[in-house]
C-alpha cells in the first residue's frame, strides 16, 4: 500500500495570508467609508422628514380695464425636514403661467422680473403677494368675484399640489378665508 502526496500542499505562507487580508480589506474599507457618511448624514438632521407641503390662502385678482392679465397669489407652508422648491404653477386653460416677482427701481418705478423657481425651506414658508412673489396669467373670460379657479403648484421634491384660489378685487391682498 502506497501513499500519494500531493507535490504542492497548500500553506499558509506569509505573502498568501497577506494577499488574502488584502483582498478583504478593500470591501471593508467601503463599508467602513459608507458607513461614516451615513452616521455624519444623520447626526447633522438630514435624515429627518422630507418636505411636507401644504398650500392656503389661494386668491386670484379680477383684472380691470381693458387687459386680462392678472395675478395669483398663495400662502405655502413646508412642515418637512427638507428645504422644497416652487417650480412651476398650472391652471386647466389658463394658457401661459409665470412666477414672477416685482422689483422697484431708485426712482420708485416698480418692474417685474421673472422667476424659474421659489424656495420653500424646510420649517417654514413663502407668502406670495403684490409686492413680492407672484403667478402672472391670464383671467378666464367669465370670472366673477367669489368664483374658485383651479391651480396645480409643482414642487422639485413634493411633487404637484392641488388647490382653488378665489376670485377677489383688484388691490385687495387679504387672504381667502
Known amino acids: 500500500m502506497t501513499r500519494t502526496t500531493d507535490p504542492h500542499p497548500w500553506r499558509p505562507t506569509r505573502r498568501r495570508l497577506t494577499d488574502t487580508l488584502l483582498t478583504a480589506l478593500a470591501p471593508v474599507a467601503a463599508c467602513s467609508v459608507a458607513l461614516g457618511a451615513l452616521t455624519t448624514w444623520v447626526a447633522a438632521g438630514r435624515a429627518g422628514d422630507p418636505a411636507r407641503i401644504e398650500v392656503t390662502a389661494g386668491r386670484v385678482f379680477l383684472p380691470y380695464g381693458d387687459t386680462r392679465d392678472t395675478a395669483a397669489f398663495f400662502r405655502i407652508t413646508n412642515s418637512g425636514d427638507a428645504d422644497d422648491r416652487l417650480v412651476r404653477v398650472s391652471s386647466p386653460g389658463g394658457g ?46 367669465r370670472w366673477e368675484l367669489g368664483d374658485p379657479v383651479p391651480f396645480t403648484l409643482h414642487f422639485l421634491r413634493s411633487g404637484p399640489v392641488t388647490v382653488e384660489a378665489v376670485v377677489v378685487g383688484p388691490g385687495d391682498v387679504r387672504a381667502s378665508p
Do not use: Q
Open 96 to 141: 401661459e403661467i409665470t412666477l414672477g416677482r416685482h422689483r422697484t427701481t431708485g426712482g420708485g418705478a416698480a418692474y417685474r422680473d421673472p422667476v424659474d423657481s421659489a424656495a420653500v425651506p424646510a420649517h417654514g414658508g413663502l407668502t406670495m403677494s403684490p409686492h413680492g412673489l407672484d403667478v402672472i396669467l391670464r383671467a378666464g373670460p
